[in-house]
Structure formats: C-alpha cells, structure tokens
C-alpha cells in the first residue's frame, strides 16, 4: 500500500475521497470491494493506480489472498 497506493491516497491528498494511509482506513475499502475491484480493474470500479501501469498479478493476488484471509492486520 506504501509503494503504490498511499501517495495518492492519504490525509493529505484523498484521491477519491480514499484514505489508505491506516489500516482502518483500507479495512474499510477492503471489507467494501473497493480495493480489490479497482486494482483488478473490474467493471464498475476506478481503476488502479490511475494513470499507471496496472499492478502485477502476483500483486493482485497478494491483495485477493490477504482480503480472503479477512483482512488481517499484519
């Protein structure tokens, strides 16, 4: 989240309205689909990151896995 989300998405600057800076804050879009739909790039979702190269698929299934393991704080 550090290296490719949080730049755009933090207090300071909530593209979006999208707050990934805690984990609270990404719990959130996590638990909600939007994460993982945005860096998917499914339909209905903004994809992400905006203006770049798609995230990895290994990338992606780091984020499916860590959202299908509920979220974990870690």
């Given at each position: 989240?550090?290296?490719?989300?949080?730049?755009?998405?933090?207090?300071?600057?909530?593209?979006?309205?999208?707050?990934?800076?805690?984990?609270?804050?990404?719990?959130?879009?996590?638990?909600?689909?939007?994460?993982?739909?945005?860096?998917?790039?499914?339909?209905?979702?903004?994809p992400m990151p905006?203006?770049?190269?798609k995230l990895s698929?290994?990338?992606?299934?780091?984020?499916?896995?860590?959202?299908?393991?509920?979220?974990?704080?870690?």
């Open positions: 989240m550090d290296a490719k989300c949080s730049g755009c998405h933090n207090p300071a600057n909530l593209g979006g309205n999208i707050d990934v800076s805690t984990y609270n804050a990404i719990k959130v879009v996590a638990l909600n689909g939007k994460l993982y739909g945005s860096v998917a790039h499914q339909t209905g979702y903004s905006k203006n770049a190269a698929d290994c990338e992606i299934r780091q984020i499916q896995k860590w959202i299908h393991a509920g979220v974990l704080n870690n």
